[in-house]
């Protein structure tokens, strides 16, 4: 972030949920996120927990940025929801073998669902070994979205379906709007051979990335050069985005370079054949 603010690079997050991307003490800010933020992940998380009927809660987070960014998220969340309860986090480090002895920390102190932070090895060596319990042990896993990153299917197997697992996601192709996604299929075709859309791996940072391009190129239009300096300032002009992932009125301004909004963000599921799908759709 100093280096980013020292030379004046425009920063485009497209996905990177920790708050600190965007709030930060630097102005004027360099920063501009079309992504998930950690502030919105959690509750969607904790209030999806409460919905599953659990009563405590009990959260693995990567010693990380990322993961101390998601504590004070749930610590935030507990000063003001007495529901569900908030367990102390259990913290493990990127690039270990034994997940399961986290998980059992949690299932000992009596939880009712496991929020899991973590990106797809840590997420799928979990899932692998929880096959080693019993079947009274397997709690739901309600999941940050850094699993979706990867070939969490692939690594995790059949034991991934045998989970209560969902996961947190902010824009799914099957419920875009059906006029741009065609348009933008049609291009992926022609492009980069994605024949539909079930074979998008990564739809959130599909889509994010194709809208914050398209903002990009809307505020050096009005800037009317490539100055770096010039287009952040255009970023912040840009208005009446009607994009992939949703329209925006003003994507960014002085006070905010966040353009996603709390009420984009839902829970998903993984269809037998690995594809990421809302919990609003069913069993589709």
């Not at 197997?157 to 824009?171: E, N």
């Amino acid at each position: 972030m100093d280096l980013v603010h020292e030379l004046g690079i425009v920063l485009l997050d497209a996905w990177g949920s920790a708050d600190g991307i965007t709030e930060h003490e630097y102005r004027p800010s360099y920063t501009f996120r079309l992504s998930l933020r950690d502030r919105y992940a959690m509750p969607a998380l904790l209030r999806h927990a409460q919905k599953k009927g659990a009563k405590q809660v009990g959260i693995m987070v990567p010693n990380t940025g990322w993961g101390r960014s998601n504590a004070k998220a749930a610590q935030r969340y507990q000063e003001r929801e007495s529901a569900p309860k908030i367990l102390k986090p259990v913290w493990y480090n990127w690039g270990e073998k034994n997940m399961l002895r986290h998980y059992r920390v949690l299932l000992s102190a009596g939880v009712d669902a496991v929020i899991l932070v973590a990106n797809d090895i840590e997420g799928s060596r979990l899932v692998h070994q929880l096959a080693a319990i019993d079947g009274d042990e397997m709690l739901p896993i309600i999941s940050h979205w850094g699993v979706t990153g990867g070939k969490m299917v692939e690594k995790s197997g059949a034991m991934l379906h045998k989970l209560d697992f969902s996961v947190v996601q902010t824009f799914s192709l099957f419920t875009a709007d059906p006029q741009i996604r065609n348009r933008v299929m049609s291009r992926a075709r022609r492009l980069l051979d994605i024949q539909g859309i079930e074979d998008v791996e990564s739809p959130v940072g599909f889509g994010h990335a194709y809208d914050l391009i398209h903002i990009l190129a809307r505020a050096v239009n009005i800037a009317g050069t490539t100055n770096r300096a010039k287009v952040r300032d255009a970023l912040e002009q840009v208005r009446d985005y009607r994009g992939l992932t949703g329209s925006y009125a003003r994507p960014f301004s002085p006070e905010s370079h966040d353009a996603l909004k709390q009420e984009q963000v839902f829970m998903a599921r993984y269809r037998e054949d690995g594809v990421i799908v809302p919990l609003s759709l069913g069993r589709k």
